[in-house]
């Protein structure tokens, strides 16, 4: 095989194993209609609710606007959840899940919710995006001891 076929199929190698991995990273990251299950570990930090996920590339991600009073509200019962605890959430309903919350509008950098359940709106940083490629309609989660 010549030196130029040599470039091309290297090339094509490039490209065919940089999709692969891509549709692996759109997998984990929930794709629509899917029913990822994704769990963090969020604990507090500096005054509010922060997680840490080294997968997508976050540290210290800090939870605001509402979002840490409802997060209050589900560990309520959890001893020691200040030193962290296990949150699984979804776009979709999944067994278990004891709480919902609505899409309510994008803003410039995030999104905001609306939980019926504590009747609060909070918003989710564009840190969202690291596990979905568009805002959910729906996200459902349940808070659980480490």
């Keep these: 095989m010549n030196r130029s076929k040599r470039?091309?199929?290297a090339a094509l190698t490039v490209v065919?194993?940089?999709a692969i991995a891509g549709g692996v990273a759109y997998r984990l990251r929930g794709?629509?209609?899917?029913?990822?299950?994704?769990?963090?570990?969020?604990?507090r930090?500096?005054?509010?609710w922060v997680f840490d996920d080294p997968a997508v590339g976050l540290k210290r991600e800090p939870f605001v606007a509402g979002?840490?009073?409802?997060?209050?509200?589900?560990?309520k019962d959890i001893p020691d959840?200040?030193?962290?605890?296990?949150?699984?959430?979804?776009?979709?309903?999944?067994?278990?899940h004891t709480h919902k919350l609505e899409w309510r509008r994008g803003d410039?950098?995030?999104?905001?919710?609306?939980?019926?359940?504590?009747?609060?709106?909070g918003w989710?940083?564009?840190?969202l995006f690291r596990y979905y490629r568009d805002a959910p309609e729906e996200i459902y989660a349940k808070a659980e001891k480490k």
């Design 7 to 9: 470039l091309v199929l």
């Design 81 to 96: 959840a200040e030193q962290g605890f296990r949150l699984l959430f979804s776009a979709q309903p999944f067994p278990g």
């Design 16 to 18: 065919v194993l940089a």
């Design 45 to 48: 930090y500096a005054g509010t």
């Design 124 to 127: 989710l940083c564009p840190g």
């Design 31 to 43: 794709p629509r209609g899917g029913n990822a299950l994704m769990v963090i570990a969020p604990y």
């Design 67 to 75: 979002i840490p009073e409802m997060i209050d509200d589900m560990v």
């Design 108 to 121: 410039k950098t995030g999104n905001w919710y609306y939980s019926e359940q504590f009747d609060k709106e």
